[in-house]
């Protein structure tokens, strides 16, 4: 995999100048090959040796030939290898060294606002009076306020003015929030480090190998250095854990504190058959449906009014959007769980192509595990945001249109830019705050487990990190999209791609329900954690899903409270269909075939291929082998065509691409 791009990419801006230099690292290894005094007296052979950190190459490989280039071994005399190694193992140590600094430095920016928060969430003698956060370069400053403590005090208080106290709340709960994630951040940073001490290290090997007959030197850079370093990393990986615990009850503690939520005066209470049990699943003494509840009479509206909906509850509804050639209304399902105290409002959408289907049980499993009585905010779910194209089968709109390619519509437009309109002005514009739009291949292809998000945003980010995919794609939402529109009315916004259409793909949905929840905690609107019949409930679920041993582990741990608080880098790797942290691509891209014929594509999904490989074939209908497709470029398999039928100008397979940023835009056609 290409970690030089990957370590960059994962960066935070901020800390650049601390991390490892790993292009300087990687430069040395390189000069040693192209110095002169080193060519006469060492051999220099070309090998092909199977590096898997595939990035020698920095220069732009789609304007290089298809042939993999050959890798250079310098063969070095004892003591000329001996001093080399030196040299090296110098610099990279100087580089550790560096980021342990800089991480101690920002440790104890950590701990002071961790001793504020201690402070005022025990509200012991002599804490500080105004116990402002602590001044870093990774933690904004705030705007002047009263002191969190007496916030925390006020909020206690039985007599309170309800609109106060939950600007308090969010206030204290917004400073929690930020030691939680500096945490987090600070993990990362020794993680992505450490990776990649193992990974100069195993590439100076490769390149610069140990002389079999050398008098002292007996191991290999990797087996000699690298457990050392690491250990550091590691030491101070562990020591940060042991405030994690401590965090967590903080926040725990914290989501005791609230104001419930408001409400509209007017509000009358909604009919039983308009309304779901607190704990998102219908009252009655058996699991089955009742024959009358089937019929419930789910009652239509025309404009989607929150304060509306009683807190606690679960509320259904058809939001009406426009008419159809009947003059019948043409309505949308719309689930309302809104939690009992004030909070985010989290928009989930499914079936926006009407045949993407994984997005639906995802709604229906999330909104079953709510517990309104301890959420904050509100969880408004659409499960078919196309009727038409849901009931018809087919991704499109009744007019054949792709509704996620008209956004944000016209109010006098066509059908489909009509119908989209109305989805912005009812349903997203002044009513949520975040937004989740889930979807899955289009018919004839498969995907991987992948996010589109704008990776500059950092809140967008940070929600495609937290769903735990396999791939992310930076990519700034073109113009039309319901993404789009969402982020430019102010709207952060990420589309997951779940899976294959017109088919229940359970491991994936399982997966990306666990990261919508882990949004959620981030969100504060959930308590974070989960009891121990939660986690073996999870356990056993995803046993059924086939998954391995060791994502049943990383799963009961990451829903263990005593992790909540644990970093980004641990929560990345829980409850995904693979165990490696998520490749960042800076940008994707379809290919697409030039001559028809039976296509064959050879490649697994979410899987690293080299420039040069075959990506797919098409034969004639004799058998005969017509044309072989072969990779531009380095790159990860998002997706690919399933259909065997290929016509000229149909896709191939869909490739993410690694480069050194995310560029300010990016609109690659997807949505």
């Known amino acids: 995999m290409k970690w030089g791009k990957q370590f960059r990419l994962r960066q935070r801006d901020i800390w650049e100048e601390y991390y490892i230099d790993y292009k300087k690292l990687k430069q040395f290894i390189r000069k040693l090959q192209e110095d002169a005094d080193y060519a006469t007296t060492a051999e220099i052979k070309a090998s092909h040796t199977g590096d898997d950190d595939i990035d020698d190459d920095e220069s732009n490989t789609e304007n290089s030939s298809n042939a993999a280039p050959l890798k250079p071994v310098l063969v070095l005399e004892n003591e000329e290898y001996a001093k080399v190694r030196r040299k090296f193992v110098a610099m990279l140590k100087k580089e550790v060294t560096k980021a342990i600094n800089h991480y101690k430095s920002q440790l104890k920016v950590f701990k002071e606002n961790l001793e504020r928060c201690r402070n005022f969430t025990k509200n012991r003698p002599g804490a500080s009076t105004t116990p402002t956060v602590a001044k870093s370069s990774s933690l904004p400053k705030a705007k002047p306020t009263k002191s969190l403590a007496s916030m925390f005090d006020l909020l206690k208080e039985k007599k309170r003015d309800s609109t106060r106290a939950a600007t308090m709340t969010m206030h204290f709960r917004r400073v929690l929030l930020r030691v939680s994630r500096f945490d987090s951040d600070l993990e990362e940073f020794l993680v992505i480090n450490s990776t990649s001490v193992v990974k100069i290290c195993k590439k100076f090997d490769k390149r610069v190998p140990l002389p079999p007959s050398h008098p002292t030197l007996k191991k290999p850079t990797s087996t000699a250095v690298v457990p050392g370093l690491v250990a550091q990393f590691e030491k101070c990986i562990n020591g940060l854990h042991k405030h994690d615990d401590e965090v967590a009850q903080m926040l725990e503690q914290h989501a005791r504190v609230r104001v419930k939520a408001p409400t509209s005066p007017d509000m009358k209470p909604s009919d039983t058959a308009n309304k779901v049990a607190a704990g998102g699943v219908i009252e009655d003494e058996d699991d089955d449906v009742s024959d ?4 419930e009479d789910v009652r239509t509206v025309y404009e989607l009014r929150l304060d509306q909906y009683p807190p606690g509850e ?38 926006l192509h009407g ?6 049980p995802l709604i229906h499993k999330l909104v079953r595990e709510l517990d309104l009585s301890e959420m904050s905010g509100t969880v408004i779910a659409v499960p ?25 519509g016209k109010a006098d437009g066509n059908c489909g830019q009509v119908f989209v309109h109305q989805i912005m002005q009812k349903l997203i514009l002044n009513n949520i705050s975040h937004l989740i739009d889930l979807h899955t291949a289009s018919l004839g292809r498969v995907n991987s487990l992948y996010v589109r998000a704008d990776m500059n945003t950092n809140v967008t980010r940070r929600m495609a990190l937290l769903i735990g995919p396999q791939v992310v794609v930076h990519n700034t939402a073109p113009d039309g999209s319901l993404r789009g529109a969402a982020m430019a009315a102010g709207v952060p916004a990420i589309t997951v791609e779940i899976g294959n259409p017109s088919t229940l793909h359970a491991r994936f949905i399982s997966a990306a329900l666990t990261g919508v929840e882990r949004i959620m905690e981030d969100l504060l609107m959930v308590p974070i954690g989960a009891d121990e019949d939660d986690v073996e409930e999870k356990k056993k679920e995803a046993s059924n899903n086939n998954a391995s041993s060791a994502s049943l582990v990383q799963a009961a741990r990451e829903r263990s409270p005593s992790v909540v608080a644990a970093t980004l880098m641990s929560r990345l790797t829980v409850s995904r269909p693979l165990s490696a942290p998520p490749v960042l691509c800076s940008s994707s891209k379809w290919y697409y075939t030039r001559h028809g014929g039976i296509l064959r594509v050879p490649l697994t999904l979410a899987s690293w291929i080299k420039k040069g490989d075959i990506i797919a074939t098409v034969s004639n209908i004799f058998g005969d082998v017509v044309r072989r497709y072969r990779s531009p470029y380095d790159a990860v398999v998002i997706g690919k065509s399933t259909n065997p039928t290929a016509q000229a100008g149909d896709r191939i397979v869909h490739l993410g691409v690694v480069s050194s940023e995310f560029a300010l835009k990016v609109d690659d056609g997807h949505a």
């Open 292 to 295: 009358d509840e089937l019929g």
């Open 314 to 351: 679960v509320t259904r509804v058809w939001l009406a959007l426009t008419t159809d050639g009947l003059g019948n209304n043409v309505s949308i399902p719309v689930i309302i769980a809104k939690g009992r105290y004030a909070g985010p409002r989290l928009c989930l959408t499914a079936a």
């Open 355 to 360: 045949n993407e289907l994984n997005g639906i």
């Open 384 to 408: 078919v945001l196309n009727p038409i194209g849901y009931n018809a089968s087919q991704r499109y709109f009744g007019d054949g249109q792709d509704l996620n390619r008209l956004f944000p």
